[in-house]
């Protein structure tokens, strides 16, 4: 880098040590360098690991937990309720709190500690408390990471691979965890010395946030830059966000209730709706966690080089609407709807969330994605418990068109999406030649390479 444009990035102010650091060909010790933003995608990708791990633990023991408890198919629903209905107000809060006040560091640090202290009070008995809303500060830290780079999608991509991981280590080792304490334990206290040992990943995800917390204002402090770039946001200010974002949330939530709330209930739908032994169901379910692994990364790559935003998200749709109507209507192995609704989970992220950093403003970013947040939450809470009434009253059946329903009208909204983006002429659906050619993003950088970065240097 030039003499010249290192004098940019630092202010007159900055000590002899800052500049020796940047100075250094030490790639991790630069916060610029792509050494240095891997490190801090891992520890993002760590920090959401103890989240997705906890949040289908229910799912995990199904089994186990309406056995034990001694509970109906509608209460064990209940418990995605109780988890998912605070977050209807708590992940507004949380991403205006970010925004406002207490910024993405202590944000990301406090979320993991509620994460944290949710799961330990779980395992004791009390469903209260346990938080998603983690997954806000991850998202914003996402942006400020990536963006520069220009491979939003991508880092989306290793996001979604990093819960799918989580998810499925939950899926295959949790009920282990419980049959052997279930053997070493004559009481009744199985049950909650699982759900307590599960407690880890969110130990592990709390150190995440205080070390990404550290890099983030050490990085701040050497590269001299400042996150607030506008007027500090209202609440109010929501009513503002463009059209796209409202479809684009109303998207979100339709694939919440169908496709995610599906992949939840996976392990007892294979097993009552298409009458596959208890091992088969185990294998399909993880299969669809499994499968979104490679793909989420390489489908946000492939967005990032195509661009065409809106047509991935169609796709996306489509395949969750083939892919559940394969499950429900047809007697056609269950791998190719698996693998359809696997691929739907894997692609439906990496677009729908990189078109909300390019419409709103990095400084009211935290407080778009909590809104979403919250509309996800709100489905998940009521939806969930009215999957558990479909299956009490009416059957397996009923419950895989009640996802199709779902699954339809995400497929229309995103051919809504596609028509306003046309007549708007927001740009949202173009190549990625094409947005590079035009001025920056409304959503500028945070982290501004340098003039001679590259994403793999020689």
Same mark, same amino acid.
């Given at each position: 880098m030039s003499d010249g444009s290192e004098k940019a990035l630092l202010s007159n102010h900055v000590d002899e040590n800052v500049i020796l650091v940047l100075n250094t060909k030490c790639g991790i010790c630069d916060p610029r360098r792509i050494a240095h933003r891997m490190i801090v995608l891992v520890l993002i990708c760590f920090l959401g690991f103890g989240v997705s791990? *906890? =949040? #289908?633990?229910?799912?995990?023991?199904?089994?186990?937990?309406?056995?034990?408890?001694?509970?109906?198919?509608?209460?064990?629903?209940?418990l995605y309720s109780w988890y998912a209905c605070p977050n209807v107000i708590l992940s507004l809060l949380s991403g205006y709190l970010i925004d406002r006040y207490i910024g993405v560091r202590l944000g990301s640090v406090t979320l993991a500690g509620?994460?944290?202290?949710?799961?330990?009070?779980?395992?004791?008995?009390?469903?209260?408390?346990?938080?998603?809303d983690a997954k806000l500060p991850?998202?914003?830290?996402?942006?400020?990471?990536?963006?520069? *780079? =220009? #491979?939003?999608?991508?880092?989306f991509g290793l996001l979604i691979s990093s819960m799918m991981i989580a998810e499925a280590i939950n899926f295959n080792v949790l009920l282990q965890i419980y049959n052997a304490v279930d053997r070493t334990k004559s009481s009744g206290n199985s049950l909650g010395i699982t759900l307590f040992i599960a407690s880890i990943p969110c130990v592990i995800s709390f150190a995440c946030a205080v070390m990404l917390a550290y890099l983030d204002k050490r990085a701040e402090k050497l590269i001299n830059r400042e996150r607030n770039d506008g007027s500090p946001i209202h609440l109010a200010d929501i009513k503002n966000y463009p059209l796209p974002f409202?479809?684009?949330?109303?998207?979100s939530l339709s694939v919440i209730v169908s496709v995610v709330t599906f992949a939840g209930l996976g392990v007892s739908y294979f097993e009552n709706k298409l009458g596959v032994s208890p091992s088969t169901s185990h294998e399909l379910?993880?299969?669809?966690?499994?499968l979104v692994v490679p793909l989420a990364p390489l489908l946000g790559f492939l967005v990032d080089v195509t661009g065409y935003h809106v047509y991935w998200i169609l796709l996306a749709m489509v395949s969750s609407l083939l892919g559940l109507c394969l499950l429900t209507f047809t007697l056609l192995t269950p791998w190719i709807g698996t693998a359809l609704v696997s691929f739907s989970i894997a692609l439906w992220t990496c677009p729908l969330f990189a078109i909300v950093a390019f419409i709103v403003p990095l400084h009211k970013l935290s407080t778009a994605y909590g809104f979403m947040?919250?509309?996800?939450?709100?489905?998940?809470?009521f939806m969930t418990k009215v999957s558990g009434i479909v299956v009490d009253s009416s059957g397996y059946?009923?419950?895989?068109?009640?996802?199709?329903?779902?699954?339809?009208?995400?497929?229309?909204?995103a051919i809504i999406l596609y028509f306003v983006d046309i007549a708007k002429v927001s740009k949202l659906n173009i190549s990625t030649k094409e947005r590079f050619s035009q001025e920056t993003s409304p959503t500028e950088l945070i982290l501004q390479p340098p003039q001679d970065f590259t994403l793999f240097p020689v």
């Amino acid at each position: 880098m030039s003499d010249g444009s290192e004098k940019a990035l630092l202010s007159n102010h900055v000590d002899e040590n800052v500049i020796l650091v940047l100075n250094t060909k030490c790639g991790i010790c630069d916060p610029r360098r792509i050494a240095h933003r891997m490190i801090v995608l891992v520890l993002i990708c760590f920090l959401g690991f103890g989240v997705s791990f *906890c =949040g #289908d633990t229910p799912a995990a023991l199904h089994d186990q937990i309406v056995e034990k408890l001694d509970i109906d198919e509608e209460t064990f629903m209940g418990l995605y309720s109780w988890y998912a209905c605070p977050n209807v107000i708590l992940s507004l809060l949380s991403g205006y709190l970010i925004d406002r006040y207490i910024g993405v560091r202590l944000g990301s640090v406090t979320l993991a500690g509620f994460v944290l202290i949710g799961h330990c009070i779980f395992s004791l008995g009390k469903n209260i408390f346990k938080s998603d809303d983690a997954k806000l500060p991850r998202w914003k830290f996402t942006v400020d990471v990536a963006y520069g *780079c =220009g #491979d939003l999608s991508l880092v989306f991509g290793l996001l979604i691979s990093s819960m799918m991981i989580a998810e499925a280590i939950n899926f295959n080792v949790l009920l282990q965890i419980y049959n052997a304490v279930d053997r070493t334990k004559s009481s009744g206290n199985s049950l909650g010395i699982t759900l307590f040992i599960a407690s880890i990943p969110c130990v592990i995800s709390f150190a995440c946030a205080v070390m990404l917390a550290y890099l983030d204002k050490r990085a701040e402090k050497l590269i001299n830059r400042e996150r607030n770039d506008g007027s500090p946001i209202h609440l109010a200010d929501i009513k503002n966000y463009p059209l796209p974002f409202w479809i684009l949330t109303i998207i979100s939530l339709s694939v919440i209730v169908s496709v995610v709330t599906f992949a939840g209930l996976g392990v007892s739908y294979f097993e009552n709706k298409l009458g596959v032994s208890p091992s088969t169901s185990h294998e399909l379910n993880s299969f669809l966690y499994c499968l979104v692994v490679p793909l989420a990364p390489l489908l946000g790559f492939l967005v990032d080089v195509t661009g065409y935003h809106v047509y991935w998200i169609l796709l996306a749709m489509v395949s969750s609407l083939l892919g559940l109507c394969l499950l429900t209507f047809t007697l056609l192995t269950p791998w190719i709807g698996t693998a359809l609704v696997s691929f739907s989970i894997a692609l439906w992220t990496c677009p729908l969330f990189a078109i909300v950093a390019f419409i709103v403003p990095l400084h009211k970013l935290s407080t778009a994605y909590g809104f979403m947040a919250s509309f996800q939450s709100l489905g998940s809470a009521f939806m969930t418990k009215v999957s558990g009434i479909v299956v009490d009253s009416s059957g397996y059946f009923m419950l895989g068109i009640f996802f199709c329903i779902w699954s339809s009208v995400a497929v229309i909204f995103a051919i809504i999406l596609y028509f306003v983006d046309i007549a708007k002429v927001s740009k949202l659906n173009i190549s990625t030649k094409e947005r590079f050619s035009q001025e920056t993003s409304p959503t500028e950088l945070i982290l501004q390479p340098p003039q001679d970065f590259t994403l793999f240097p020689v």
